[in-house]
């Protein structure tokens, strides 16, 4: 049965790779299974017709047959778990790989995410830098835990899984920041996960609906 996926219209990334669809592309590229792409506006994401598959009007989702899936971190763990590539076949090896899934959505992400946010939308706050600061000293905790518990090894826990996938897209958004050159096995860490095949597929695909809406 086809696959699709939903994708922002017109993406506020600027084309840079950090919407989450790009998550869900990625995860199809690296297991070799074609996918449709439906793209939203943002009124359209807020209607009831995409609300009936995201409650809380976002993207992505999935659709598959029947099953209708949302939340980019469930949508790439059921892509691992139905082909192979993603996850080790080695029980304990594949638990461990799926806790890296969710640390990366659950602990490591947070105040990446709130840092993005609150330099667009605080900006102008009389509590703006403490506020950064706090959520830069928070990222900087869990970038030096990050960093020793990857050492010099290439991912995580053996072979590339889903739970490298998930923690390259989170830090992919303090690119430029200079934080993760502070840590160089992390931002070789992210560049090797850029380097692959499959990542540079599923942004080159992504790119070009930013392109095409930007000249449109």
């Not at 074609?34 to 992505?60: C, N, T, W």
């Not at 996850?87 to 969710?102: E, H, K, S, T, Y």
């Amino acid at each position: 049965m086809a696959i699709t996926i939903t994708a922002f219209e017109r993406s506020p990334d600027g084309g840079k790779g950090l919407a989450r669809d790009m998550r869900v592309r990625w995860a199809l590229e690296e297991v070799g299974q074609p996918y449709d792409v439906r793209l939203l506006s943002f009124k359209a994401m807020k209607e009831p017709a995409h609300r009936a598959l995201q409650p809380f009007g976002q993207i992505p989702t999935y659709e598959e047959g029947d099953l209708a899936l949302f939340e980019s971190g469930a949508i790439v763990l059921h892509i691992a778990e139905r082909h192979a590539g993603l996850l080790p076949g080695n029980a304990n090896a594949r638990a461990r790989a799926i806790a890296w899934m969710f640390a990366a959505l659950n602990t490591v992400e947070p105040p990446i995410f709130d840092r993005a946010l609150a330099r667009i939308l605080e900006r102008d706050e009389p509590w703006y830098d403490q506020r950064l600061g706090v959520l830069e000293d928070s990222i900087r905790k869990r970038l030096s835990d990050l960093s020793s518990r990857l050492g010099v090894a290439d991912w995580l826990d053996g072979a590339f899984s889903a739970g490298d996938l998930l923690m390259v897209t989170v830090l992919l958004r303090l690119k430029g920041s200079g934080m993760l050159d502070e840590f160089p096995n992390l931002s070789a860490y992210v560049a090797r996960g850029e380097a692959r095949p499959a990542y540079k597929r599923a942004f080159d695909a992504q790119l070009a609906v930013f392109t095409a809406a930007s000249t449109g």
